[in-house]
């Protein structure tokens, strides 16, 4: 079992629509989760990040994690076509190593 | 402010042929990465610099590659006797490194292409 699951996608929803991307993980030392943007021949950029459990909402997006489940969720809401993207998550014991799940191509259809 | 850069953006070489990635990182910034994306294959940790400490090589998938990092700011990325599962995006990420959340911050990619 690899130490992130995540599912390539890709993930195609119409504009307006809630979106919700999500990673599963196995190793239980994780402390910090976060979420990256990924344009299209671009490198990631950090677009949330999360200490431990609970959850974190930045206008549009909301960062969830259970630990108890070993899964994180990132929602979307009011989706726009600027939102498409690739979406990694991402997640650390201490604040160096990170460890990326595969990451997710979004579609948001105009 | 400068972002971190890389060059090539692309490259493209034959098969057993050496090739040298650059990585200029965020000036200030203590640790250093590389890491290697393919389709399908997500982003895969390759080598770590942190300062003056020994680099986490871990990541590195054979002995054909290798990097240095010098002056604790350039580092270079070589692979050698280039074999076509090589080929894929190279990113590089910088951070300060000060304890708590480092954000990592990207480079734009090279996009190595072996025939």
């Known amino acids: 079992q690899k130490e992130v699951e995540q599912d390539p996608g890709p993930l195609s929803v119409p504009e307006g629509a809630i979106v919700s991307l999500n990673c599963t993980y196995s190793?239980?030392?994780?402390?910090?989760f976060m979420w990256y943007r990924q344009y299209s021949r671009k490198g990631p950029e950090l677009l949330m990040y999360?200490?431990?459990?609970g959850n974190k909402e930045d206008g549009r997006f909301t960062a969830q994690v259970d630990k108890s489940s070993k899964y994180i969720s990132l929602f979307i809401r009011d989706s726009q076509p600027s939102d498409s993207a690739t979406y990694l998550c991402?997640?650390?014991?201490?604040?160096?190593?990170?460890?990326f799940g595969k990451g997710t191509r979004l579609h948001i259809l105009p | 402010g400068a972002g971190v850069s890389q060059s090539p953006s692309n490259k493209v070489t034959e098969k057993g042929k050496d090739v040298e990635l650059r990585c200029d990182p965020i000036?200030?910034?203590?640790?250093l990465y590389w890491y290697r994306q393919s389709l399908g294959q997500g982003l895969e940790f390759l080598i770590y610099?942190?300062?003056?400490?020994?680099?986490?090589k871990s990541g590195l998938p054979s002995d054909r590659f290798s990097a240095e990092r010098t002056g604790g700011s350039v580092s270079t990325l070589t692979i050698q006797r280039t074999q076509q599962e090589d080929s894929a995006v190279y990113l590089c990420?910088?951070?300060?490194?000060?304890?708590?959340?480092?954000?990592?911050?990207f480079g734009p990619g090279t996009r190595l292409t072996v025939l």
């Open positions: 990420a910088s951070s300060l490194s000060s304890g708590g959340l480092n954000e990592q911050f």
């Open positions: 190793n239980s030392a994780f402390q910090y």
């Open positions: 999360t200490y431990s459990s």
């Open positions: 991402a997640m650390s014991e201490r604040d160096d190593k990170i460890i």
């Open positions: 000036s200030g910034h203590t640790a």
């Open positions: 610099f942190q300062g003056n400490s020994a680099p986490d």
